[in-house]
């Protein structure tokens, strides 16, 4: 619901420009406006619409939205140029993936960043050579023309922000810092290490290669506890990588 809201909010701003002129009253019916869209679209929508009315629903949603737009002001001028792309074929060592591509920017210079919405826990997961998340590495693959900046954009109530990949300072907001880019001087360095690993993953995937290998966060996540050792490790606060 929060990226079809965020989809018609975009659809009608466009640009950073009109972000930073909207005033408090117009703000407030487009926020409104979108919370009731996304409401109105979803099935899910009515169980919640039903046990915490529609009135409520759509003021807390509209809330969320207003946050997350505060954190957008921040940044360096922007123009979206594209949302919510519909899914695309990626290939990787002859599988193909089918993605989705939440929002592309472009800045002022013909620089783009390219950016996915979260709503839960949010980290950095697609770095290291099995990244938990390789999502916004493949976004990159298929997108990297002047790319200067991935991102996931966390909006939920609790905290709205940017965790970014990204080799401009201010990118983001005043005072931002460079992300670590794995070592690398630029994003473009980079994801030539993402080409090549996201086609060994790929590969191995294809290949059936599946060695027991766990990484922390999907031993967490798994319900074979029962049936296996690597749990108990766990427990003892090891990774299975160390
Ligand atoms: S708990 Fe065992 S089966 Fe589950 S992911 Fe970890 S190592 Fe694999």
Redo the contacts with the bound molecule.
């Keep these: 619901m929060i990226h079809h809201a965020l989809e018609h909010v975009w659809s009608v701003l466009r640009d950073s420009n009109n972000l930073l002129s909207l005033g408090a009253d117009a703000q407030a019916r487009l926020l409104d406006d979108g919370a009731g869209r996304a409401l109105a679209k979803y099935a899910v929508s009515v169980i919640r619409v039903r046990a915490g009315g529609s009135g409520r629903a759509r003021r807390r949603m509209a809330g969320v939205l207003r946050k997350w737009l505060d954190i957008e002001r921040q940044r360096e001028p922007f123009e979206v140029e594209q949302l919510e792309l519909g899914r695309q074929a990626a290939r990787h060592a002859g599988l193909e993936f089918s993605v989705r591509i939440d929002r592309v920017d472009r800045l002022a210079d013909g620089a783009r960043v390219l950016i996915d919405y979260k709503k839960g826990v949010v980290a950095p997961d697609w770095r290291g050579e099995r990244p938990d998340n390789p999502q916004l590495p493949i976004y990159a693959l298929l997108r990297s023309q002047a790319l200067v900046a991935v991102a996931y954009g966390r909006v939920n109530a609790g905290e709205c922000s940017f965790i970014a990949e990204t080799e401009r300072l201010a990118i983001f907001k005043p005072g931002g810092r460079k992300s670590p880019l794995e070592g690398m001087p630029t994003l473009a360095a980079l994801i030539d290490v993402w080409s090549q690993r996201i086609e060994n993953i790929a590969a191995d995937s294809r290949a059936g290669r599946a060695a ?1 290998a ?1 990484t922390l966060y ?2 967490k996540s ?1 319900r ?2 029962g049936l ?1 050792r ?2 108990a490790a766990l427990e003892e606060g090891v990774d ?1 990588h160390d």
């Design positions: 027991v766990p999907a031993c798994c074979l506890h296996c690597v749990p299975s």
